[in-house]
């Protein structure tokens, strides 16, 4: 009985030992760097906000502007590769005519979520074919899109392009 108590006493200490101990939390370094903050860094984002990009882009095109715009902030900020700035929602929808009209379809291919060690910000970098048809013509170009969240919602948008020679076979 003695023992018992000797070993109850010692786990029951031991435990308390091993509660009372905390391992240093270090906080994450990040990698890459940001021109505007020279003490920003990144890490790997969470698959939520490569859902909701996702769920982004099948709105696109499912031609679905109330639920693209229930996604985005009312002052959402897109620039397109030919230079077109889109300030806000009222400008967003009225360019997506052009989009839609386009019958443009994207089709995601790669993408990766990262986040701001310092600042927070929730950002969503992916490349995407994106392909049109324009009088009976089909086009495939590609894009990458880098894409800022701002409490869930797309805040910043950055399109790029690379448009390749169409092949003649």
């Known amino acids: 009985l003695s023992k018992l108590k000797f070993m109850k006493k010692n786990i029951l200490l031991f435990a308390i030992l091993l509660a009372s101990c905390t391992a240093p939390v270090e906080e994450p370094k990040g990698v890459g760097f940001w021109a505007a903050d020279a003490e920003e860094t990144f890490v790997l984002g969470s698959d939520e906000t490569t859902q909701v990009f996702n769920d982004f882009i099948e709105a696109h095109n499912n031609r679905d ?15 397109l590769p030919d230079g077109t700035v889109i300030d806000g929602q009222a400008q967003h929808m009225e360019a997506l005519g052009s989009f839609f009209d386009a019958d443009a379809q994207w089709l995601p291919y790669w993408g990766m979520p990262y986040k701001g060690v310092k600042n927070g910000v929730e950002w969503m970098i992916a490349g995407m074919a994106i392909t049109t048809l324009v009088d009976g013509e089909e086009t495939t170009v590609l894009h990458m899109v880098d894409a800022e969240l701002e409490n869930g919602l797309f805040k910043n948008i950055y399109v790029y392009e690379n448009r390749r020679a169409q092949s003649s076979e």
């Open 65 to 79: 502007t109330d639920l693209i715009k229930s996604m985005e902030t009312e002052d959402i900020h897109i620039e």
